[in-house]
């Protein structure tokens, strides 16, 4: 029975160990030469990631590590490149980060944020000034931002960005875990039931 029981709980540990896996997060900030110039982070996965993208340079704010990051950098597109995927995923304009973080300069949002999930492969994360958007006509960038960084809204900006990536594993469906996990137990009751008719 004992040994009954330290299996069973050998198993819940295996179930729950995906949860426990390590949280990876990556803080890149600098500047810019020119309003064309492109930052990239190019990253492998392994397995399913819950994959997270935010910009902090246009209203700043603070990452992860406690890096503060100063309020008037220029308005950023990112765009995500994968060899999971045929067209790239774009954010430009504030997308989904909205209100939650303005700039005190301006008073817009337009720090842009990506989440997805994504499978095993090879990504690349680029940081681009609006209006140096990917063209996939031509597959390349359209250069057509300006040097001195002045926002769509006519509020002057500096060089300045700031990315932030977070890598997680992704969650397990619950009832998948679950399936697995009864099952297990399963297999454990009737082994130990067999062993005690023998």
Same mark, same amino acid.
């Given at each position: 029975?004992?040994? $009954?029981?330290?299996? %069973? ?27 064309? /110039? @492109? ?5 492998? %996965?392994?397995? +399913? #990631?819950?994959?997270? &993208?935010? #910009? ?10 406690? #890096? =503060? ?5 220029? /308005? ?11 067209? =790239?995923? %774009?954010?430009?304009?504030? /997308? ?15 720090? +842009?944020? %990506? ?14 000034? &609006? /209006? ?32 932030? @990536?977070?890598?997680? =594993?992704? =969650? ?12 297990? $137990? ?13």
């Amino acid at each position: 029975m004992k040994k $009954l029981f330290g299996s %069973i709980l050998f198993f819940a540990a295996l179930s729950t160990g995906a949860a426990n896996a390590a949280v990876t997060t990556h803080q890149f900030t600098g500047n810019f030469n020119t309003g064309n /110039d @492109v930052f990239t982070y190019a990253f492998t %996965i392994t397995e +399913d #990631t819950l994959a997270t &993208f935010e #910009t902090f340079g246009y209203a700043g704010g603070t990452l992860a590590n406690g #890096t =503060p990051v100063a309020d008037g950098g220029f /308005d950023p597109t990112l765009t995500l490149f994968g060899s999971t995927f045929e067209t =790239p995923v %774009i954010s430009d304009g504030g /997308d989904a980060v909205g209100d939650d973080r303005k700039s005190a300069i301006s008073d817009y949002g337009w720090d +842009d944020l %990506i989440t997805l999930t994504l499978a095993p492969g090879n990504y690349i994360i680029a940081v681009t000034q &609006f /209006d140096n958007n990917w063209n996939t006509t031509i597959n390349s960038w359209t250069n057509l931002a300006v040097d001195t960084f002045i926002d769509s809204g006519n509020s002057q900006r500096t060089d300045a960005y700031a990315l932030q @990536v977070t890598l997680a =594993p992704a =969650p397990v469906p619950v009832p998948a875990a679950m399936w697995l996990f009864g099952s297990g $137990l399963f297999g454990l009751l009737w082994s130990a039931k067999r062993k005690q008719v023998i």
